[in-house]
C-alpha cells in the first residue's frame, strides 16, 4: 500500500534545467518511479547528453530547449509537450542561477535582474503555464526548487539577491498552493543546503568558504544531488498527498544554528 503512492506509472513529468546537477537527479527519480519525464534546458548540448545518458538506463525521456526567462518559449514547450501527451502530471522548477560575492551596495541591476529572472520569474512562468493545464485536467504536483537560503542569510559570500529569490518562491509556492488546492494541484518546495554539484566545486579550493559551508552544517558535509531527488519524488507522488504550500528543508541541519 505504501510503497505504491511513490510509483509514477503513466504519468507525465516536465523538469526544468534538467541536464546535470540536483535536475538530472531529479529527473532519474521520477523517471525510476515510472513517470515518462520530459528534461528541460537551455543548454543544447547538455541537454542532448543528458536524454542520451538516461535512454541508456531504460529510461522513458524526451528533452526540449527551455530558456525559462523566456515565457514565449516556456508556453511552447507545454504547448508541445500536451500535443504529445495530453496532460502533464507532475512539474519539477529546477533550473535557477547563483551570482555571489556581490555586496548589496555595489551589486548591478543587471546582476541584481539577472537572478531574479531565472530564479523567480522562471518559476512563476513555468508555475503559470503548466499549472493552467494542471487545473484544466484536474490536478497535478509542482515541486519548487527553493532553497535554505530563503530561510538564512549565507556566509561569507554576500548574495541578496539569490537569497531574496528563494525566500520569494518559497511564498509564491505558499500562495499557489492556497489559490490551487481545492481545485487539485498541489505545489511544494525542497529547500536544499549546499550540494556537491560541479556548480560547487570551487568551495574546496576555498579553506575560509569551506569552514563556513561545512562546519555550519550539523552532519558537517555537502549535500548530494540524489538526497534532494528523494525528496522530489516524494513531493511529487501521492506519498505527499496532504502536502501543499509546505517547504522542505534538506539542509544536513544548517538551520538548526
Known sequence: MYLDKFKLDGKIAVVTGAARGIGLAATEALAEAGALVVLTDMNPDLLRSAVEGLEAKGYRVEGEVLDVTDVKGVEAVRDAVLS????????????????????????????????????????????????????????????NVGSMSGFIVNRPQEQANYNASKAAVHHLTRSLAAEWGARGVRV???????????????????????????GGTPMNRLGRTDEVASVILFLASEASSLMTGSIVLADGGYVCW
Open 188 to 214: 511544494n518546495s525542497v529547500a536544499p543546503t549546499y550540494i556537491d554539484t560541479e556548480m560547487n566545486k570551487y568551495v574546496y579550493d576555498d579553506p575560509e568558504m569551506y569552514r563556513h559551508w561545512v
Open 84 to 143: 504529445r501527451h495530453g496532460r502533464v502530471d507532475i512539474l519539477v522548477n529546477n533550473a535557477g542561477i547563483a551570482i555571489s560575492n556581490h555586496p548589496a551596495e555595489t551589486m548591478t541591476d543587471e546582476v541584481w535582474n539577472k537572478v531574479i529572472d531565472v530564479n523567480l520569474n522562471g518559476v512563476f512562468w513555468c508555475c503559470r503555464a503548466f499549472g493552467k493545464s494542471m487545473l484544466e485536467n484536474g490536478g497535478g504536483s509542482i515541486v
